[in-house]
């Protein structure tokens, strides 16, 4: 018996999937009028990545996503490869048909793929109808080959320079600042090199602990890492060694919203689960739960901190809450409940304990005491303890293992496949007594249309 869609065994219950076929990085992300765009690398004719499109889902919520008709389709030029888009309030690039400001994809075309085969190059396209449709610029590429395979073009209005900004992925570990007045004509601005990286750039300034008179510039890599800096409309300089957000198995390719409001004004990022394993479903891969990104102060210097949504609260069912419980060894304390779906938040003393954790579906995400180390399905973070204290947040789903450390300054993205028998949660302290200052498990809905 086939599964109805989006009920399938192994069909994550609050991520992003395609409904069908694969996918990989989120493209295009946008918020324009109550919609938040995602655009995603996907595979319109089979299981496995090639013939690369855009994919495209919208939310009312960042939680619930209707999937929509493809957006971008290969051509001449090359197959979809990952890009950004931006509503072009004053009409630069000359392109705005009707009332409303056009939506601009810029992505990159992967010429490669073509026979003949061409360079990588960026080109654009333009959607006057909420990114319904969208119409190719018949100047394409705009920016044309420069080393390499180029690309990921990631595209950001810069106000005090009055121009367009684009981050762009060289070579190696190369990057590059490109400016345009009208996403048409781009001229290179300044190198970034960033050593042990490559592909997918985002390109950000945030404030420091929410002082607006107090801002870095974020230059982020796909795989998890950022640097720190100060970017004047022409140079970026870095202030920082490449730094590490995300530690986890799985998180790759992220990327943040462009033209959130200034009345929510945050920075949200998704990223792509890369490499999960959906053995007999009708997509492949699945996306991160949105995260907002904040700047914060640390003894170690200011550091990006990652934390899921506070939208995650929409899903929330029944909530189960303890405060100031002893764990002892060998008794785990063990929530009753027959979801499958939590979000938990833990204010954890280790006290006397040698090790404290949780058990998901049999996998152990544990924090070793004598290493100060977090562990979460085969991979470790650092993780000191403040005021003594460990703090975690956890997002389960059927298929994935989110786990935000600190308040979000450590973040591990990971993908795992349950056994069928394995459904507990589970809290546990080995070599001593620890206390559970604060335990929040949540019961979470699916976000998915019910059956
Ligand atoms: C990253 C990436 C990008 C490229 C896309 C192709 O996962 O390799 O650099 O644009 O995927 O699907």
Known sequence: ???????????????????????????????????????????????????????????????????????LEPD???????????????????????????????YTSAGSEVKPPVPFTQSIASSNDRGRTWTKFAGNP????????????????????????????????????FGSPNLRDWTRLCDVAMPGISECPDFFPLPVDGDATRTLWVFWGAAGCYLLGAFDGRTFAPETDVLRAEWGANGYAAQTWSDVPASDGRRIQIAWMAGGKYPAMPFNQQFTFPVELTLRSTSQGVRLYRQPVRERELLRQRTQRWEQVTLQPGANLIPQTDCELFEVCAEIDPCEAQAVGLLVRGHDLCYDLSTGELSALDKRAAVALEGGRLRLQALIDRTSLEVFAQDGLVSMSSCFLPEAADWNLEFYTRGGAARLVTLEVHELASAWPAL
Do not use: C
């Open 1 to 71: 018996m086939t599964s109805p869609l989006y009920h399938e065994t192994h069909r994550p219950q609050f991520h992003f999937t395609p409904a069908r076929n694969w996918t990989n990085d989120p493209n295009g992300l946008v918020f324009y009028a109550g919609e938040w765009h995602l655009f995603f690398q996907h595979n319109p004719h089979g299981i496995k990545w090639g013939n690369m499109t855009w994919g495209h889902a919208v939310s009312p919520d960042l939680v619930h996503w209707t999937q929509l008709p493809n957006a």
């Open 76 to 106: 001449a030029l090359g197959t979809i490869f990952s890009g950004s888009a931006v509503v072009d309030w004053a009409n630069t690039a000359g392109m705005q048909t009707g009332a409303e400001p056009p939506l601009i994809a810029i």
């Open 142 to 177: 705009v920016l044309g080959h420069i080393v390499g395979a180029n690309r990921d073009p990631k595209v950001i209005w810069h106000a005090p320079s009055s121009q367009w900004v684009m981050a762009l992925y060289l070579d190696g570990n190369d990057y590059a600042l």
